[in-house]
């Protein structure tokens, strides 16, 4: 199985460079090899690979920069997703992408099916749904992942800005009421090699499934968890436990609308694949033990 993969400097991209590896050769493309912006070159670098299995971690991921170039975040995540889609289509092989919780609009306080319906708030979430429908109109076999929250040891997210933080500020004001699961991207990147390997062999569906850890917080209570188990790791730590200040969205303004209520129910893809998701605080203590050894 030849296996192309984009955006492999990225979080999820550098943990599926390995967690593909059992998988067939992987041609392992960072944004210098192929650019989503310049759709016809990437049509043509992919093409000329002939993959059996193109995987898309690239993404134009800064949210609230997408607020003000709109039009380049939808190049990014929609009409390079349905140049991919298209490739996939005509070669038979299968599409593996990610998308967000950010397509949905964060009312009420259950988690998102796959089938509740959306309503997006951000630039960037708008321009993630455009590329889920890009894929779902364009008939290919693909598996599209919902994730939410997303942490790890190569590149930036906010379990790394908040160690920094800690170790710089005595107190800190984090928000306290948007609620979601963070999720590793060696989780992500997990859980794909194994939904993969299972739709070769006929025992999943292609389609869109919701793929987070399990469990539930808020940014407030994932920055006071990493920075306890980075105090007790040993790492330099100023901020008192108590100097982690609850606040709410409003006294934390962003360009980009957040939603309120990012919990996504991945009953759908645990049943496929007879996973049991571990809690959200497993990962985290993954992601801050290597992040204060670095
Ligand atoms: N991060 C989150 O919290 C989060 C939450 C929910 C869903 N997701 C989704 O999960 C997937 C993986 O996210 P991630 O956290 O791994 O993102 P990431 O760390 O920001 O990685 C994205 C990768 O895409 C590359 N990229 C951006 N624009 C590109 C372009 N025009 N051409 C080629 N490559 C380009 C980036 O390259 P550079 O490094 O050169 O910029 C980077 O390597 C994405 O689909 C994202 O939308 C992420």
């Known amino acids: 199985m030849k296996i192309v993969l984009l955006g492999a400097q990225g979080q999820v991209g550098h943990e599926l460079s390995r967690t593909l590896l059992p998988l067939g050769p992987i041609c392992a493309l960072r944004r210098a090899d192929a650019d989503l912006g310049d759709l016809a070159a990437l049509a043509k670098r992919v093409s000329d690979e002939k993959p059996d299995l193109i995987v898309n971690a690239a993404a134009w991921t800064a949210v609230d920069r997408a607020e003000s170039d709109e039009a380049t975040a939808h190049r990014v ?49 708008r321009t993630k749904l455009a590329g889920e429908a890009a894929i779902a109109a364009s008939g290919c076999q693909a598996l599209v992942f919902r994730t939410s929250w997303v942490h790890g040891t190569h590149g930036g997210n906010f379990v790394r800005t908040m160690l920094r933080l ?106 496929a694949l007879g996973l049991d998701l571990p809690d959200w605080t497993v990962h985290v203590d993954r992601t801050v033990d290597r992040l204060v050894q670095q």
């Open 77 to 125: 995540n929609a009409d390079a997703v349905e140049v991919l889609a298209r490739i996939a289509r005509e070669r038979g092989a299968l599409l593996v992408h990610y998308s967000t919780d950010y397509v949905f609009d964060g009312s009420g306080s259950r988690p998102w099916r796959e089938t509740d319906p959306t309503g997006p708030h951000s630039a960037y979430g």
């Open 166 to 271: 800690a170790a710089e500020r005595e107190s800190l004001s984090v928000v306290a009421d948007q609620i979601g699961a963070p999720t590793s991207a060696e989780l992500i990147a997990d859980v794909t090699a194994l939904a993969v390997a299972a739709w070769r062999q006929g025992r999943i569906e292609p389609g869109l499934y919701h793929l987070a850890a399990a469990g539930e917080t808020s940014w407030h209570g994932l920055a006071t968890h990493a920075i306890e188990r980075a105090r007790r790791m040993g790492h330099t730590v100023r901020v008192d436990a108590g100097a982690i200040r609850a606040i709410g969205t409003s006294d934390y303004p962003t360009p980009a609308r957040r939603p309120a209520n990012s919990r996504l129910d991945c009953a759908k893809l645990s049943t």
